[in-house]
């Protein structure tokens, strides 16, 4: 074979992938299930550049040179596993299979496990960036073998996105399931930042006031500034698009029921197996299952709130100041949390993660995408064993120059009556870290009333129980 990569499974995805590819110059092998899928890739784009088609599956394994690197971009789930099922055998000791989808890093890590045994290195690739990333240079999160990636790692930086500095935006992130893993927590800071906006939004129209159209134009000046992200650049463009048929506010006309595909679920649901606090992406799920819960809203429409107290124009320009400091805190505490989460995982799995290089790969070609994240990247560079991001110099700066107004936003919230759970949550967060004293202390200590659980003393090593239904004495139990 000649091909130096092949891409099996030619939806959007699978189809960008390859001729991202093809346009940099590397011949691709290219297979779909339907045949079909197949011809229109060719037919459509075979002229981009070297194009190798396969009908079936050893006609795309003999189109690809030694050691052979296939990318398999179908549905997540079952059907990944039927694919691997179908090629695996027609493959020898040394070959790379890819898995580019959606895939959960346990599964990830299963694959790799099983295919170890006959030779094969397993990679899971977490793809960010949509269809318009696979085209035109996705952020790339590569797991797997180290000697995977000396195969692999070269053509994955041609093809991928390219930080402002000109740093590809990809790199081995750790063995096997750990680039699924880092992609699952970047779409739980996807949720984050998100919510964040929304909410900032949401306090923007009925705290202070403005129009969709205000807003936008509110947007565009915070992105010039620490701000500058793709998601708010968005954000700014759908504020001010206006429905054509009803030449009604957009936002105004789309349902308030936001859906998910699950990488935000999984993201909380993996941080409470390892204990993370990830209380900003907990809460940008539940925000969203909320949202859906039609019947329970409409129940709740005239539950009783606080009266309206409408802002004045200047108090509206200063509290729309305040709420961008709000934001920028607690952007700031969602990425500490994701980064925690991040930590955690590769402790847990032993991945060796280097999360300074996680934020360098998300700069470009992904739907996180910010100024913010050279910040990020240049703490750790300062600081590789940073505990927290908090305790980072300057965003610790940052965040005690923003307090002030974060607190009186997340005050504000609660005075007038609306929702913001992620800037609420995040203040919550800050706060209990920063406690000299949690009432953690009472919590044990009912524990050891109801459970006889046992706590730890503050003066003094071992655990103890105190003889509750007894005379109260204290006794030494470990
Ligand atoms: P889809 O997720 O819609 O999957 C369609 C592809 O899967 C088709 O090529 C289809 O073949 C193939 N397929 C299925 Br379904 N079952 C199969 C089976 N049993 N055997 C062989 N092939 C099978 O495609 P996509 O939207 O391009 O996404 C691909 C992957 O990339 C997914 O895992 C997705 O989560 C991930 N991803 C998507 C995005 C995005 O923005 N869409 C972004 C990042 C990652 P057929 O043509 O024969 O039906």
Known sequence: GTAQIGVTGLAVMGRNLARNFARNGFTVAVHNRTAARTRELIEGFGTEGSFVPAESAEEFVAALERPRRLIIMVKAGDPTDAVIEEFAPLLEPGDVIIDGGNAHFADTRRRERELREAGIHFVGVGISGGEEGALHGPS???????????????????????????????????????????????????????????????????????SPAKIAETFRGWNTGRLDSYLIEITAEVLAHTDAATGQPFVDIVADRAEQKGTGRWTVQIALDLGVPVSGIAEAVFAR???????????????????????GDEEAARFADQVEQALYASKIVSYTQGFHQIQAGSDAYDWGIDPGAVASIWRAGCIIRAAFLDRIRAAYDTQPELPSL?????????????????????????????????????????????????????????????????????????????????????????
């Open 390 to 478: 908090l305790s980072d110099k300057q965003f610790a700066e940052e965040i005690g120059a923003a307090q002030d107004d974060w607190r009186a936003v997340v005050a504000d919230t609660a005075r007038q009556g609306v929702p913001a759970p992620g800037f609420a949550a995040a203040l919550a967060y800050y706060d209990a870290l920063r406690a000299r004293r949690l009432p953690a202390a009472l919590t044990q200590g009912q524990r050891d009333f109801f459970g006889a659980h046992t706590y730890r003393r503050t003066d003094r090593d071992g655990s103890f129980h105190t003889l509750w239904g007894g005379d109260r004495s204290e006794e030494r139990t470990g």
């Open 140 to 210: 790339i999160m590569p797991g797997g073998s180290r000697e995977s990636y000396a195969s692999l790692g070269p053509l994955l930086e041609k093809i991928a996105a390219k930080a402002p500095d000109g740093t590809p935006c990809t790199t081995h992130i750790g063995p096997d399931g750990a680039g699924h893993f880092v992609k699952m927590v970047h779409n739980g800071i996807e949720y984050a930042d998100m919510q964040l906006i929304a909410e900032a939004y949401h306090l923007l129209r009925e705290v202070a006031g403005y």
């Open 289 to 311: 299952s909320l949202s859906g819960h039609a019947e329970l809203r409409a129940a709740s429409r005239d539950l009783p709130g606080p009266t309206p107290r409408p802002l």
